[in-house]
Each structure stands twice: as structure tokens, then as C-alpha cells.
């Protein structure tokens, strides 16, 4: 700098430090030189010498400022838009114990440790704006604050989350907007004083829990990545009466339910609503406004949703079993599946095997007390039809002269089926317990499936004879028809029966039975 230019300087200098009054304000702004050569002791000297209350120096280039003589008056400082570096600058400085309010925007500040420190004399100071630096923060330290720091505005800065853990305690106001913080610690200490938090333009993947902050009025998350907040972020929230939440990425799902409706159960300002609160997720719902987003409670509560199915499931089953008891359903299913075994068991049958002994399609076995039924109801059914089936009776076809059961043995034997009419009239037959026997024994040695049982009218177990044995046994094993005394039951049993012949005599049998 000019040697004249520094002559003026301590002229101005000494006039001003000479003069017994104190200037309120004194702004120096873009203060540079024309020449390559200057002082800087006589530089710094001068500004460390006045009598004023508010300096402002900007956009000068100032790399340092010396501490001021004891008895300054400095009450603000403003050095926006200089050059000035942390690791020197005021650091043990102890005669600014009036200052009130220090500004180092836009500074060239690094170490957020040095910051801390510069402040510890600074008994008075209230206010501290460090935005627009390269401050950062790599581990845990001790900082050194002065306790009656309010203020403090770190914006535009490159810290992250550990700088919770090192703040001023009965801080009111922070700023922490665009730098590198992800999440807020649950536990954050000496910060229940804290009125404003601004946290706009993060990286945050949650909301601070409110419980950090039991004084907080005003938060700015603005521009972050959360996708949902806590559902119960506004219970924890008791005193909070400003919120700008706006330009995040919602993910609009049940956990979001609660938020959308913020505007409705709180009287908190939302900055921005509605416009800026969009769904961002699902695809579907992008761009959809969170006022206009809805979810029911059955949707979002699995409880709910599993007691109204399990109700609607109850109800059902109790209309279809009131339904199967008044028409009968069950009783119809079983024929069916009766019909469709007896088919699947005839198709793969090897009809020439079976039928190479066989003259009658069916022996009947009943109980003389039971004929009457036989006779109006079974042969017509079976005889009287278009391919009419050749039955066979013990009153018909036993030959005169033989033995009974040597004409029980033959009539079965040349028989395809054995047809068992079952009745309390049955179990109380001898010779119905023959035929019995002696068809169940070709089952078992011939390894075949030729008995069918036709429940005539319903049998107590404790009807039945113990030396009935088999037939319980056969009754607990075997599928058997049912006679249904409702007539429009009847067709479908007569069905069932015939399928469960189901079988062609050749013609070489019918010609020998002839």
C-alpha cells in the first residue's frame, strides 16, 4: 500500500482515537490497494484502535484481525466476505467481553474446534454467524463455548452429525441448514433451551425427536430425504407452533396416514402446505398432495383387518352349514364323490379279468322282512331299465336240492358285485351274516372291490351283534350308499348304485347263462 495512504490512515487513525466521543457505526467496505507494498502492523493497527460500537468491514480481503486494546467499545463486528482463516483469528482474545454480536460469513473459517474457543472470553456475545464456511468437524472434542451464546448460525457449511455434540449449552437458535447431516442423535445434551432449529436442505433420513428439544417452537427440515415421519412426532411436539416440512420425498403409506392430516388436528403453521408436500412414493401416487391422500383404518390396522376376516369367514361358514342342514348338502357331496371313485376305479379295471367268471351283474343279499323294498324299488330300478342288469336272488336262482351255502358260494362267485342291503332287519339274519361273510372272504383273496353296502334304514352300533364284527368293521371302512326317503334324493342314489356296477356281461356269458 502508498506510504501516503498510511499517513492518511494514522491521521484519520489519531483523530478518531484522540476524540473523546465513540462512534456508533463504522463500515468499511471493499477496502483494497494500488500498489504491491504495505504495513500490515500500521493495517491492523488501525482498526484495533477505534472507538466504535458497530464495525463492519466486507468484502476487503482481510486475512487477520488483531485483538482490540483493552477498553474498546466493540459491541458488533461484522467481517463478511474476507479471507479470514480459524486458526489464529481472535483466538485467546480477552478484551471483546463486550461484544454482542460477531459475524465471520463468508469467511475462509476450517476448524469448527478453533471457532468454538475464540469465544470462551467472550462473555457478552450472543449472537455468532459462521455461515458460508468450510467449517468441519472430524471427531468428538471438548468444545469451549461461552455460556451465554443464543445464537448461532453454521449454514453452508461441511458438518455433519457429529456437531451435535459439540454445541454451546442454553443455545436457543441454531442453523445447520446445507450441510451433511443425516440424523439428529437421540441423545443430544444441553440443548433444552433450544427455541429455532433449521435443518433445511440436509441429508436427514428422520425427524429429531422432539424429546431432544422440549422447548422447540420453529423447525425447518425443508429439502431433506425423509420418506416418513414418525406417526407420533407431533405428540412428542407439545410446544411447536411453525413447521416447514415442505419439498421431501413422502412416501405416502399407512405410516404417513397421521402426518397428511397435521393440518386438520393441530394448529401448527406449515410452511408451504399444500402445494410442496407431495407423494413421491409408490409411482402411482406421485405428485398427489398429502391433503388428498387417504388410507381407511382397516387398510392400516392389521388387527382390524384380521378380526373382520375371521369374522366374515365365521359368518360364512355358519351360512353354508344353516345351508347344508336345511338342503341337505352333505348328503349330496357324498353321493357325487361316491359316483366319481366308483368311475375312476372302473376305468382302470381290466374288465375281461373280472369278467370271466361272471354271469350276474349283482347278488342281492337281504333280509326276507326288507323284500318288499327289493322288489318295489331295487329290481325295477336295475331290471327295468334300457341295458337292463342281471341280478341275482336267493329266491330265484339257489338250486333246489344243494346246500345252502354251496348256492350262497356259487350265487356270489358268479356274481360281479355283491349287493348288501343293511338293516336292523339285517344284523338279526343268520344267513344274511353268511352271505356276508362269504362275499367279504372273495374280497380279501381276490383282492377285489365288489361289495356294495346300502344303508336301508339307519343302524345303532349297539344294535349290531358283537359276532357282527365284520360288519362293523366293514361299516367303519367302506363308503356306502344311503337310501334317501326324500324323493328328489332318489334319482341320484339310483344313479350312484348303477355306476357303482357299472360293468358289461359278455356275450359269450349271456350265452351260456341261457
Same mark, same amino acid.
Given at each position: 500500500?502508498?506510504?501516503?495512504?498510511?499517513?492518511?490512515?494514522?491521521?484519520?487513525?489519531?483523530?478518531?482515537?484522540?476524540?473523546?466521543?465513540?462512534?456508533?457505526?463504522?463500515?468499511?467496505?471493499?477496502?483494497?490497494?494500488?500498489?504491491?507494498?504495505? *504495513?500490515?502492523?500500521?493495517?491492523?493497527?488501525?482498526?484495533?484502535?477505534?472507538?466504535?460500537?458497530?464495525?463492519?468491514?466486507?468484502?476487503?480481503?482481510?486475512?487477520?484481525?488483531?485483538?482490540?486494546?483493552?477498553?474498546?467499545?466493540?459491541?458488533?463486528?461484522?467481517?463478511?466476505?474476507?479471507?479470514?482463516?480459524?486458526?489464529?483469528?481472535?483466538?485467546?482474545? $480477552?478484551?471483546?467481553? #463486550?461484544?454482542?454480536?460477531?459475524?465471520?460469513?463468508?469467511?475462509?473459517?476450517?476448524?469448527? %474446534?478453533? !471457532?468454538?474457543?475464540?469465544?470462551?472470553?467472550?462473555?457478552?456475545? $450472543?449472537?455468532?454467524?459462521?455461515?458460508?464456511?468450510?467449517?468441519?468437524?472430524?471427531?468428538?472434542?471438548?468444545?469451549?463455548?461461552?455460556?451465554?451464546?443464543?445464537?448461532?448460525?453454521?449454514?453452508? *457449511?461441511?458438518?455433519?452429525?457429529?456437531?451435535?455434540?459439540?454445541?454451546?449449552?442454553?443455545?436457543?437458535?441454531?442453523?445447520?441448514?446445507?450441510?451433511? +447431516?443425516?440424523?439428529?442423535?437421540?441423545?443430544?445434551?444441553?440443548?433444552?433451551?433450544?427455541?429455532?432449529?433449521?435443518?433445511?436442505? *440436509?441429508?436427514?433420513?428422520?425427524?429429531?425427536?422432539?424429546?431432544?428439544?422440549?422447548?422447540?417452537?420453529?423447525?425447518?427440515?425443508?429439502?431433506?430425504? %425423509?420418506?416418513?415421519?414418525?406417526?407420533?412426532?407431533?405428540?412428542?411436539? /407439545?410446544?411447536?407452533?411453525?413447521?416447514?416440512?415442505?419439498?421431501?420425498?413422502?412416501?405416502?403409506?399407512?405410516?404417513?396416514?397421521?402426518?397428511?392430516?397435521?393440518?386438520?388436528?393441530?394448529?401448527?403453521?406449515?410452511?408451504?402446505?399444500?402445494?410442496?408436500?407431495?407423494?413421491?412414493?409408490?409411482?402411482? #401416487?406421485?405428485?398427489?398432495?398429502?391433503?388428498?391422500?387417504? #388410507?381407511?383404518?382397516?387398510?392400516?390396522?392389521?388387527?382390524?383387518?384380521?378380526?373382520?376376516? !375371521?369374522?366374515?369367514?365365521?359368518?360364512?361358514?355358519?351360512?353354508?352349514?344353516?345351508?347344508?342342514?336345511?338342503?341337505?348338502?352333505? &348328503?349330496?357331496?357324498?353321493?357325487?364323490?361316491?359316483?366319481?371313485?366308483?368311475?375312476?376305479?372302473?376305468?382302470?379295471?381290466?374288465?375281461?379279468?373280472?369278467?370271466?367268471?361272471?354271469?350276474?351283474?349283482?347278488?342281492? /343279499? %337281504?333280509?326276507?322282512?326288507?323284500?318288499?323294498?327289493?322288489?318295489?324299488?331295487?329290481?325295477?330300478?336295475?331290471?327295468?331299465?334300457?341295458?337292463?342288469?342281471?341280478?341275482?336272488?336267493?329266491?330265484?336262482?339257489?338250486?333246489?336240492?344243494?346246500? +345252502?351255502?354251496?348256492? =350262497?358260494? /356259487?350265487?356270489?362267485?358268479?356274481?360281479?358285485?355283491? +349287493?348288501?342291503?343293511?338293516?336292523?332287519?339285517?344284523?338279526?339274519?343268520? &344267513?344274511?351274516?353268511?352271505?356276508?361273510?362269504?362275499?367279504?372272504?372273495?374280497?380279501?383273496?381276490?383282492?377285489?372291490?365288489?361289495?356294495?353296502?346300502?344303508?336301508?334304514?339307519?343302524?345303532?352300533?349297539?344294535?349290531?351283534?358283537?359276532?357282527?364284527?365284520?360288519?362293523?368293521?366293514?361299516?367303519?371302512?367302506?363308503?356306502?350308499?344311503?337310501?334317501?326317503?326324500? $324323493?328328489?334324493?332318489?334319482?341320484?342314489?339310483?344313479?350312484?348304485?348303477?355306476?357303482? =356296477?357299472?360293468?358289461?356281461?359278455?356275450?359269450?356269458?349271456?350265452?351260456?347263462?341261457?
Amino acid at each position: 500500500m502508498h506510504k501516503k495512504f498510511f499517513r492518511q490512515v494514522q491521521i484519520r487513525s489519531s483523530v478518531i482515537q484522540h476524540s473523546k466521543r465513540v462512534l456508533e457505526t463504522l463500515i468499511f467496505r471493499r477496502i483494497g490497494s494500488s500498489v504491491f507494498y504495505y *504495513n500490515p502492523p500500521v493495517y491492523y493497527d488501525f482498526f484495533i484502535k477505534l472507538k466504535v460500537v458497530n464495525l463492519t468491514i466486507s468484502n476487503s480481503g482481510n486475512k487477520f484481525i488483531a485483538c482490540p486494546e483493552q477498553g474498546n467499545h466493540f459491541k458488533f463486528i461484522d467481517l463478511t466476505d474476507n479471507s479470514i482463516t480459524s486458526d489464529f483469528f481472535f483466538q485467546d482474545c $480477552k478484551t471483546l467481553n #463486550l461484544l454482542e454480536t460477531l459475524i465471520l460469513q463468508q469467511n475462509e473459517l476450517h476448524q469448527f %474446534y478453533k !471457532l468454538s474457543t475464540m469465544t470462551r472470553y467472550m462473555t457478552s456475545l $450472543k449472537h455468532l454467524d459462521a455461515s458460508q464456511n468450510q467449517l468441519t468437524l472430524d471427531a468428538k472434542t471438548n468444545c469451549l463455548w461461552t455460556n451465554s451464546l443464543k445464537k448461532l448460525n453454521l449454514s453452508s *457449511n461441511r458438518l455433519t452429525d457429529l456437531i451435535f455434540t459439540c454445541l454451546p449449552s442454553n443455545l436457543e437458535v441454531l442453523d445447520v441448514e446445507k450441510n451433511n +447431516i443425516y440424523i439428529v442423535p437421540q441423545r443430544v445434551n444441553n440443548l433444552e433451551m433450544l427455541r429455532e432449529l433449521y435443518l433445511g436442505s *440436509n441429508k436427514l433420513v428422520r425427524l429429531p425427536e422432539c424429546s431432544n428439544f422440549r422447548n422447540l417452537e420453529i423447525l425447518y427440515v425443508e429439502g431433506n430425504s %425423509y420418506q416418513e415421519p414418525s406417526s407420533n412426532f407431533l405428540q412428542n411436539c /407439545s410446544r411447536l407452533t411453525k413447521l416447514n416440512a415442505a419439498s421431501n420425498p413422502f412416501a405416502c403409506t399407512c405410516h404417513l396416514r397421521d402426518f397428511s392430516r397435521i393440518k386438520e388436528n393441530t394448529q401448527v403453521e406449515l410452511v408451504g402446505w399444500p402445494e410442496s408436500y407431495q407423494c413421491f412414493y409408490p409411482v402411482n #401416487l406421485r405428485g398427489t398432495l398429502l391433503k388428498d391422500f387417504y #388410507l381407511s383404518e382397516v387398510m392400516c390396522n392389521p388387527v382390524l383387518l384380521l378380526l373382520i376376516i !375371521l369374522s366374515s369367514i365365521t359368518v360364512l361358514a355358519v351360512v353354508m352349514g344353516l345351508t347344508c342342514h336345511f338342503l341337505d348338502l352333505p &348328503w349330496y357331496l357324498r353321493m357325487i364323490y361316491q359316483w366319481t371313485q366308483v368311475k375312476r376305479r372302473v376305468m382302470k379295471t381290466d374288465l375281461q379279468q373280472l369278467h370271466e367268471n361272471c354271469v350276474y351283474h349283482a347278488f342281492v /343279499s %337281504y333280509s326276507e322282512q326288507d323284500s318288499g323294498w327289493v322288489k318295489e324299488h331295487l329290481l325295477p330300478n336295475l331290471e327295468e331299465r334300457e341295458n337292463p342288469f342281471r341280478i341275482c336272488l336267493h329266491e330265484r336262482h339257489f338250486i333246489p336240492g344243494k346246500g +345252502i351255502i354251496q348256492n =350262497i358260494i /356259487s350265487c356270489i362267485e358268479k356274481s360281479y358285485k355283491s +349287493i348288501f342291503i343293511l338293516s336292523p332287519n339285517f344284523v338279526q339274519s343268520e &344267513w344274511c351274516h353268511y352271505e356276508l361273510y362269504f362275499a367279504q372272504h372273495r374280497v380279501l383273496s381276490e383282492q377285489s372291490n365288489n361289495l356294495i353296502l346300502i344303508v336301508l334304514e339307519p343302524i345303532p352300533q349297539y344294535m349290531i351283534p358283537s359276532k357282527y364284527y365284520k360288519l362293523k368293521s366293514l361299516m367303519a371302512k367302506m363308503t356306502y350308499l344311503e337310501w334317501p326317503v326324500d $324323493k328328489s334324493k332318489q334319482r341320484l342314489f339310483w344313479a350312484n348304485l348303477q355306476a357303482a =356296477i357299472g360293468t358289461k356281461i359278455t356275450a359269450e356269458t349271456e350265452e351260456t347263462l341261457l
